[in-house]
């Protein structure tokens, strides 16, 4: 099967069901995003197909139609995302396992709402958990970074 990833046609033979988190992760060598539950209901394995934050570890390698963004593919060279800088500027990450994946459903969030209230992100991000409890960081990171996407 061929898919495009991080903005890369790629090759690949595995099994139509074998998720995409795995096709990600064991075959094309793509490590950022992580395995955390396999159920889909942690965020850790999020990424975006076709402008939707999705769970990679529910996700058929097979049904993917579209691009799959990873956080592996967000930064410009040398230059940061402005969802990966504020995450730094805000100081969220802790143990930084669930990062990955908070950082994608945040793209996808600024991508579809760039000026997100308070309830906008809880409600987007509500599906990614983060033991370390960073949610106000995460929010305060969020509206940073729309400031850097729309200037405001």
Request: proline letters at 5%.
């Amino acid at each position: 099967m061929n898919l495009i990833v991080n903005g890369k046609a790629l090759s690949l033979e595995v099994e139509p069901d074998m998720p995409l988190l795995w096709a990600l992760r064991d075959i094309l060598d793509i490590k950022g995003p992580k395995f955390g539950c396999g159920a889909g209901l942690c965020g850790a394995c999020t990424v975006i197909i076709g402008g939707e934050a999705v769970r990679s570890c529910q996700v058929a390698a097979a049904d993917v139609t579209s691009e799959v963004r990873t956080i592996d593919g967000l930064a410009n060279g040398d230059v940061l995302h402005p969802v990966q800088q504020a995450w730094i500027d805000e100081q969220v990450a802790q143990c930084g396992y669930c990062q990955a994946g908070q950082i994608m459903n945040a793209v996808a969030l600024l991508e579809a709402n760039p000026s997100p209230s308070d309830a906008d992100i809880d409600e987007a991000m509500a599906g990614n958990l983060c033991r370390c409890g960073t949610y106000p960081r995460i929010r305060a990171a969020i509206h940073r970074a729309a400031t850097q996407v729309t200037g405001a």
